[in-house]
């Protein structure tokens, strides 16, 4: 099964809104990151928050990692129509040698 | 400075054949990885190597096999193709598992 698993699957909301994913995993980890995929492209990396990191921000991310209940979440401040896409956590399990992604949000900004 | 290139870009095969996906790198990085994205599955490690001559399984790793002979390249052979392999496959490369992973484009295969 998926050591990763995001929710909600699919958000619509409207431009100007935030947005708000989550991400819980099974076994601890090193270090947390999530990425970004448009449509019919590859992935790319947005963030990555340390198992000793709380919480951390890059321009209108923000993203928060709570290893009590091994979860983390991403926020997308005032969105844009350029944001809509599909977002992916992706853990680094301790003992492990593998980065394992989730299931992914999906995530649509009305105009 | 190319990043991850993949090739082919699509590819449609009989089932039975065989075929190598390339991957290459220019960034000298140790870690590479094979993945395969699903509708509503996500991505899913295939296999992966933590440097030159070094292999290991992820996740779906039967009816795929890979080597990694220089820093570079890192090939995925299906040995015989089945339906159950069409699915868009992504490389990716990084200084380690801990570190951003840079993905290359993918390369969308159909299998009949």
């Known amino acids: 099964s998926q050591q990763g698993e995001e929710d909600p699957q699919a958000l619509s909301i409207q431009e100007g809104e935030n947005a708000t994913m989550n991400c819980s995993y099974k076994?601890?980890?090193?270090?947390l990151q999530w990425y970004r995929q448009n449509s019919g492209r590859g992935l790319v990396h947005l963030i990555l928050?340390?198992?000793?990191?709380r919480e951390k921000h890059s321009g209108r991310l923000r993203v928060t990692l709570d290893t009590s209940k091994k979860s983390s979440s991403l926020l997308i401040t005032a969105s844009r129509a350029a944001d809509t896409a599909s977002y992916f956590c992706?853990?680094?399990?301790?003992?492990?040698?593998?980065?394992?992604f989730g299931q992914g949000t999906r995530l649509t900004i009305n105009p | 400075n190319a990043g991850v290139t993949q090739t082919p870009k699509f590819q449609v095969l009989k089932t039975g054949q065989s075929m190598t996906l390339q991957c290459a790198q220019d960034?000298?990085?140790?870690?590479m990885s094979w993945y395969r994205q699903d509708p509503g599955m996500g991505l899913r490690l295939i296999h992966y190597?933590?440097?030159?001559?070094?292999?290991d399984q992820g996740e779906v790793p039967n009816g795929y096999n890979v080597s990694r002979s220089t820093t570079e390249d890192f090939p995925l052979r299906l040995l015989s193709a089945a339906p159950s392999q069409t699915s868009v496959y992504f490389c990716?490369?990084?200084?380690?598992?801990?570190?951003?992973?840079?993905f290359g484009p993918g390369t969308r295969l159909t299998v009949t």
């Open positions: 992706a853990t680094d399990p301790q003992g492990a040698q593998k980065l394992v």
């Open positions: 076994t601890s980890i090193n270090n």
């Open positions: 928050i340390r198992s000793n990191e």
């Open positions: 960034m000298n990085h140790e870690y």
């Open positions: 190597s933590v440097g030159a001559g070094i292999t």
């Open positions: 990716a490369a990084s200084p380690g598992r801990i570190y951003e992973q840079y």
